[in-house]
C-alpha cells in the first residue's frame, strides 16, 4: 500500500496564458503562455493499492456529506460512461478510462483519508483527484511517467468529462513549491523556481458568484486572430505585457525583493482589470474589488490580486509578515470567505559538506601504509601538485561551502590533517617558496580554519561513517563528497556548486550520476528512473540497483538518451543529504543495536534507497568528469588525464 498527497494548486502570475498559449498552433504571432503556479499547503491524502476494479472510498470527514463509496469495473465503456455522468467520480473515471486504454493497467483501491482542500474554489480540487489518480496508476503498475507526464494525463483525462479545465491546473503535480509552466501551442515546459526569503501568501474563497465557463467563451473570441483593437490589447496583456510581469516575479522571488513583488500583484491586478476585464462581462467581480481595496486589509500586505478564471471566485494577497497572514485570515473568516495560509519557504542553502576519509585504502597497499590515499600528489593544469584532499577542499571552497567535516577512522589522524592545514610552514621552506608560492600558502591555511572533525571508532560500513556527522549537519541539507574521487567540471561552475544550485531548485534528496557503459554495470549501484526535463539532466529517480548483472540492467535499468538509446547510470560521486537519510541512518544502526548485531553494516545506499520510497530522489547529471582513484588503474587514469587543460 503507498500513501500519497497532492495539493490544490494556486497561479501566482499569468492565469488565462495556459489556454491562450495554446493558440500558437494556428497563429505563430501570438506569444507562449506563461504562468507562476504553486501548489498549495491544503490538497487531498489517500491510501492506494492495486485491484482488480477502479474503486475509491473516504474515511476523510472533511467530504462525508459529499461522499458515498464507488465501485467500476475497468471496462472502457462503463469508465467513459461514469466520465460523462457529471457525478463526483466523474473526473476519477475519465482518467481511468485513459489509462486503461493506452496502458492495459488492472485497477486500483483508492482510500481518501483526509481532504483539506477547499472543492469548488479556483484552487483545482478536479486537477488534484486527477493527478491523485494518474500517479495511483502509474506507482502501483510501474509506467515510469515523470511528473510532467502523470500531469498530461490527468489532464487528458479531466477533458473527458464535461470539464473544460486549462493546462495549468495540473500543475499540482509538482507539489508545494512556485514553478515557471510555459505554454508554446502543445508543448509546455515546467521549471522549478528559487525563492530567497519566507513568503506569506494568503488566498480566500470569495463565496460569491463566477461564471468560469462564459469568461472562457468570451475571452477565446479573441483567438486565434484579433479583430480589434480591444482584442489586440487582450493578445498584449496574455502575451508580451505578461511575460514582463511574469519575469519580474521571478527575478523578486529569487532576491528576496518581498515589498516589490507585492507591488507587482496590485500592478498584474489592474492590468487585468484594464485588458481583461472589458472583454466579458462576467469579469465585472465588485466583491474581489472590494475585498482588495478594503482599507482593513491595506496595513497587512504588500499587494493582491485575483485567483484563476477570476470574477468573483477567489482572492490572494502577499501579507507583510507571519503576524499579518494570521490577522487577515481572521479578518476574512470573519467576513463570511474562507481563507487559507500558504508559506513558501526558502530553500535552505548547502553551507556545510561531509568527506569521509577514515578508510585504509587497501587496493592501493603498500603506498597507504606511508601515505593516506587523500593525501596522494595529483599533477594539475596550472603545474602545481596537490594532494587529492585539497583538491576536494577547493571545489568546497569555490562552491560557496562554509564549512566542512572530516570523517577520521581516529583521533591519532587528526594530526597529519593539522599539520597540513594547520600549521605554519618554517621559514626555511617558506624562503625556498616564490611569490605565488608562499600567497598559497596562506589559502591553505585560510581551508584549515573551516575543517571540523568526527571520528568513527568502528567500521561498521560507509552510511555509518557518514551517520558520524549527523550533529555537525544541524539538521540542515549537507553535500557529500567520496575522499577517493575528483571531479573536472566543463564549464566554468564546479561540479559541486552545480549540485548546490539543482538542489535549490528541486529541495529534496539528490544524487548527481553518470553514464557508465552496460559492461561495467555490476561494478556500481546503478540509478534508473525518468527525465523530467528535455535536456535529460533530471532524473526522477524510480529505482536503485546495487552492482545488477548486465542482463538485468539491460532488460530493466536502461533510461533513454536523445536518440532512444538506452544508458545505464551510476553515482557520479557526490550527493546532497537532507535530514531525513539521518534520520534513517539513525533507525538503522538503533535496528542493528537491538538486534545485538554490532557487525552489521550500516549502508548508505540502503537508507537512501528507504528515503527515496518515502519522500522521492533526483539524480543531476552534471556537466563534468569523475576520477575514481581508489585502485591502481583508477589512479594511473587520473594521475594521467587531471592534469591535461
Request: aromatic share 10%; with cysteine.
Amino acid at each position: 500500500m503507498l500513501k500519497l498527497f497532492v495539493p490544490g494548486r494556486l497561479c501566482l502570475f499569468g492565469e488565462h496564458t495556459d489556454w491562450a498559449g495554446h493558440y500558437r498552433t494556428m497563429n505563430a504571432d501570438i506569444l507562449s503562455g506563461a504562468a507562476i503556479v504553486t501548489g498549495i499547503e491544503q490538497g487531498i491524502y489517500a491510501e492506494v493499492e492495486p485491484s482488480p476494479i477502479f474503486e475509491m472510498y473516504s474515511d476523510a470527514p472533511e467530504i462525508n456529506d459529499l461522499w458515498h463509496d464507488f465501485s467500476c469495473r475497468m471496462n472502457d465503456a462503463e469508465l467513459k460512461r461514469v466520465a460523462k455522468s457529471g457525478s463526483f467520480f466523474c473526473y476519477c473515471a475519465g482518467v481511468a478510462s485513459y489509462m486503461l486504454e493506452w496502458y492495459k493497467v488492472g485497477g486500483v483501491r483508492i482510500r481518501i483519508t483526509a481532504m483539506t482542500l477547499p472543492m469548488k474554489s479556483g484552487l483545482s480540487s478536479s486537477a488534484a483527484i486527477c493527478v491523485l489518480v494518474a500517479r495511483a496508476f502509474n506507482l502501483l503498475y510501474n509506467l515510469n511517467l515523470n511528473t510532467l507526464g502523470e500531469m498530461n494525463i490527468a489532464y487528458v483525462g479531466e477533458l473527458r468529462t464535461s470539464s473544460r479545465c486549462g493546462r495549468l491546473d495540473q500543475a499540482c503535480a509538482f507539489g508545494v513549491k512556485p514553478n515557471l509552466m510555459t505554454f508554446d501551442g502543445d508543448e509546455i515546459e515546467v521549471k522549478a523556481l528559487n525563492v530567497k526569503k519566507t513568503l506569506y501568501w494568503v488566498f480566500a474563497d470569495l463565496c460569491a458568484e463566477k461564471d468560469t465557463i462564459r469568461i472562457l467563451s468570451d475571452l477565446n473570441k479573441a483567438y486565434p486572430f484579433a479583430q480589434n483593437d480591444a482584442e489586440r490589447d487582450l493578445h498584449r496583456a496574455l502575451g508580451e505585457w505578461n511575460h514582463d510581469i511574469v519575469n519580474r516575479a521571478i527575478g523578486y522571488m529569487a532576491e528576496g525583493k518581498v515589498e516589490q513583488l507585492g507591488a507587482l500583484m496590485t500592478e498584474a491586478e489592474e492590468q487585468f482589470e484594464r485588458y481583461v476585464t472589458p472583454m466579458s462581462a462576467a469579469l465585472q467581480a465588485p466583491k474581489l474589488r472590494a475585498v482588495l481595496h478594503d482599507p482593513q486589509i491595506q496595513p497587512l500586505i504588500y499587494g493582491g490580486k485575483g485567483v484563476g478564471s477570476h470574477g468573483d471566485g477567489s482572492v490572494q494577497f502577499l501579507a507583510r509578515n507571519a503576524e499579518a497572514q494570521q490577522q487577515l485570515i481572521d479578518y476574512l473568516n470573519a467576513e463570511g470567505m474562507k481563507a487559507y495560509p500558504l508559506t513558501l519557504q526558502p530553500v535552505h542553502t548547502v553551507r556545510r559538506a561531509i568527506i569521509p576519509v577514515a578508510g585504509f585504502g587497501t587496493r592501493l597497499y603498500p603506498a597507504t601504509r606511508a601515505l593516506k590515499k587523500d593525501f596522494f600528489p595529483i599533477p594539475c593544469p596550472d603545474g602545481m601538485v596537490r594532494p587529492v584532499i585539497l583538491i576536494l577542499l577547493e571545489e568546497l571552497v569555490k562552491s560557496g561551502i562554509e564549512e566542512i567535516c572530516l570523517v577520521l577512522g581516529s583521533e591519532e589522524e587528526r594530526m597529519k590533517y593539522a599539520e597540513f592545514f594547520e600549521r605554519q610552514l618554517s621559514e626555511e621552506h617558506l624562503r625556498k617558496l616564490n611569490a605565488e608560492a608562499r600567497e598559497y600558502e596562506n589559502r591553505i591555511l585560510d581551508i584549515g580554519k573551516r575543517l571540523r572533525y568526527v571520528y568513527q571508532h568502528e567500521k561498521r560500513g560507509f552510511g555509518h561513517a557518514v551517520y558520524q556527522a549527523a550533529e555537525f549537519t544541524q539538521g540542515e541539507p549537507v553535500l557529500l563528497l567520496l575522499g577517493d574521487t575528483l571531479y573536472r567540471s566543463h564549464s566554468n561552475k564546479p561540479c559541486a556548486l552545480q549540485l548546490i544550485e539543482k538542489y535549490e531548485q528541486y529541495n529534496r534528496l539528490m544524487v548527481s550520476i553518470h553514464s557508465v557503459p552496460l559492461s561495467e554495470v555490476s561494478h556500481y549501484g546503478i540509478l534508473s528512473g525518468i527525465w523530467e526535463d528535455k535536456d535529460r539532466t533530471i532524473l526522477n529517480v524510480g529505482t536503485m540497483t546495487e552492482k545488477p548483472k548486465s542482463s538485468y540492467a539491460e532488460e530493466f535499468l536502461g533510461v533513454r538518451n536523445g536518440r532512444g538509446e538506452k544508458e545505464y547510470y551510476s553515482v557520479f560521486g557526490q550527493y546532497i543529504l537532507t535530514p531525513e537519510v539521518f534520520a534513517q541512518l539513525a533507525d538503522d544502526i538503533a535496528k542493528a543495536d537491538a538486534d545485538n548485531d554490532p557487525q552489521r553494516e550500516i549502508e548508505l545506499t540502503a537508507a537512501l534507497e528507504a528515503v527515496r520510497r518515502q519522500h522521492g530522489m533526483t539524480g543531476v547529471r552534471l556537466n563534468g568528469t569523475m576520477y575514481d582513484m581508489g585502485n591502481p588503474t583508477a589512479l594511473r587514469r587520473c594521475v594521467s588525464e587531471y592534469a591535461a587543460e
